[in-house]
């Protein structure tokens, strides 16, 4: 089955910039929407930003908003996350999914990839 596939997680320091990427393992894969969640330890897997891939059509939680910007490159079908100015309360594990034509809701999801913000 086909597979997504983060990168660009690590260690930064509080104020510091970070970009995630997220590929399908098949090219032929064929996505409505993609997203970014994540989940810190003890906590629910949240939204984070998604883009319509068609229209470019972003949405962001309040948290992120201003600081991360999500894009897509169609010709790699790659999906982007830039996050600047990052803050503790940014650390987690952040994974990218995919929402396939037709389909109510994500239904193809990454193994993620850490985001650590040191303090």
């Known amino acids: 089955q086909v597979q997504l596939v983060e990168s660009g997680g690590g260690l930064v320091q509080v104020g510091g910039s970070l970009r995630l990427a997220c590929a399908p393992s098949d090219r032929t894969f064929n996505s409505a929407r993609m997203g970014w969640f994540r989940q810190a330890p003890g906590k629910e897997r949240e939204f984070v930003a998604a883009?319509?891939?068609?229209?470019?059509?972003?949405r962001y939680a309040d948290s992120v908003k201003g600081r991360f910007t999500i894009s897509r490159d169609n010709a790699k079908n790659t999906m982007y996350l830039q996050m600047n100015t990052l803050k503790p309360e940014d650390t987690a594990v952040y994974s990218c999914a995919a929402q396939r034509p037709r389909r109510p809701d994500y239904d193809y999801w990454g193994q993620g990839t850490q985001v650590t913000v040191s303090s």
């Open positions: 883009i319509d891939w068609s229209s470019g059509s972003t």
